[in-house]
Nanobody, 123 residues
Framework: VQLQASGGGLVQAGDSLSLSCAAS????????MGWFRQAPGKEREFVAA????????YYADSVKGRFTISRDNDRGTMYLQMNSLKPEDTAVYYC?????????????????WGQGTLVTVSS
């Protein structure tokens, strides 16, 4: 499975961005998916995850209430709507496919990773 993340860019604090993650194979509909991010000099951290059906979603406390994860299984695509962006949201954002139908918060539970898309939020 290949994942293509897109939608990153340079925005100002308070703005919104929408990220997309398109999978090369629609079999991803069988698996949980997630978004992670990595800021310069920091470890990769969990952002949000969604279960196979989309019924269960999980968010890092730092983005709860501002970010919304969703997926379209017919299109094999996952999304991350990011509102009220802050400078501390600046990072490379990665999408990933879980090892099963569950949405996990640990990177080690994910088997396939996209190349990442850069989000820069200026103050």
């Amino acid at each position: 499975v290949q994942l293509q993340a897109s939608g990153g860019g340079l925005v100002q604090a308070g703005d919104s961005l929408s990220l997309s993650c398109a999978a090369s194979d629609r079999t991803v509909r069988r698996y949980g998916m997630g978004w992670f991010r990595q800021a310069p000099g920091k470890e990769r951290e969990f952002v949000a995850a969604v279960s196979r059906s989309g019924d269960f979603t999980y968010y890092a406390d730092s983005v709860k209430g501002r970010f919304t994860i969703s997926r379209d299984n017919d299109r094999g695509t996952m999304y991350l709507q990011m509102n009220s962006l802050k400078p501390e949201d600046t990072a490379v954002y990665y999408c990933a496919v879980s090892r099963n139908s569950v949405a996990y918060t640990l990177p080690s539970a994910y088997l396939y990773w996209g190349q990442g898309t850069l989000v820069t939020v200026s103050s």
